[in-house]
Nanobody, 119 residues
């Protein structure tokens, strides 16, 4: 069974950095993508970035460009999201997402991790 477990969240002050991690288990395919999303209070969930675990192809949405960096560790089966210059508006629950074979309904979400940016 596919499981995604996020870690690394917490409370920081504006301008500081955080590194989120997503531990992936139960995936038997070697071609899949991992994405990061977030949902702020009262807002819809929004995408930030995704990475092809096998090929390393990366995509960022405008919300993440310039401040967030996604990376993968194939050996440890982890995907990271390095966030810098954090702002109060980055406060949200951050979710890890796996697209194993979306057309076949094989997509999975982690439970999320809280990130709070406040002075």
């Amino acid at each position: 069974q596919v499981q995604l477990v996020e870690s690394g969240g917490g409370s920081v002050q504006p301008g500081q950095s955080l590194k989120l991690s997503c531990a992936v288990s139960g995936v038997t395919r070697d071609q899949y993508a991992i994405g990061w999303f977030r949902q702020a209070p009262g807002k819809e969930r929004e995408g930030l970035s995704c990475i092809s675990v096998r090929w390393g192809s990366i995509y960022y949405t405008d919300n993440a460009k310039g401040r967030f960096t996604i990376s993968r560790d194939g050996v440890k089966k982890m995907v990271h999201l390095q966030m810098t210059s954090l702002k109060p508006e980055d406060t949200a629950i951050y979710y890890c997402y796996a697209d194993i074979a979306k057309a076949l309904g094989m997509e999975y979400w982690g439970k999320g991790v809280q990130v709070t940016v406040s002075s």
